[in-house]
Nanobody, 124 residues
Framework: QVLLVESGGGLVQAGGSLRLSCAASGRAFSNYGMGWFRQAPGKEREFVATIGRTGVYRNYGDSMKGRVTISRDDAKNTVYLQMNSLKPEDTAVYYC?????????????????WGQGTQVTVSS
């Protein structure tokens, strides 16, 4: 059984930084692309970032492009999301997920396993 566990969320002031982690177990981690999405109250789920199987290919959603970096450490079965210059509108629950795509994906319906999410709150 595949399990994804996010961590690293919390309360931060505007302009601050956070690094989210997503630890995977029960699957050959290096065989899968990974992605981060977020969902704010009353809004649809939004693509944040994806990373391919090798870690070379990365793609970012428009809302956080230039302020986030996705990376992966296959030895630790973990994917990270470094977030900088955070804004109050970044407040949301952030989810990681796995996708069977070489280059990852920006489409949430292509992802098959999701974590439980971690709350990020940015105060003004």
């Amino acid at each position: 059984q595949v399990l994804l566990v996010e961590s690293g969320g919390g309360l931060v002031q505007a302009g601050g930084s956070l690094r989210l982690s997503c630890a995977a177990s029960g699957r050959a981690f290096s065989n899968y692309g990974m992605g981060w999405f977020r969902q704010a109250p009353g809004k649809e789920r939004e693509f944040v970032a994806t990373i391919g199987r090798t870690g070379v290919y990365r793609n970012y959603g428009d809302s956080m492009k230039g302020r986030v970096t996705i990376s992966r450490d296959d030895a630790k079965n973990t994917v990270y999301l470094q977030m900088n210059s955070l804004k109050p509108e970044d407040t949301a629950v952030y989810y990681c997920a796995t996708v069977n795509r070489i280059f990852g994906s920006s489409r949430d319906y292509e992802y098959d396993v999701w974590g439980q999410g971690t709350q990020v709150t940015v105060s003004s």
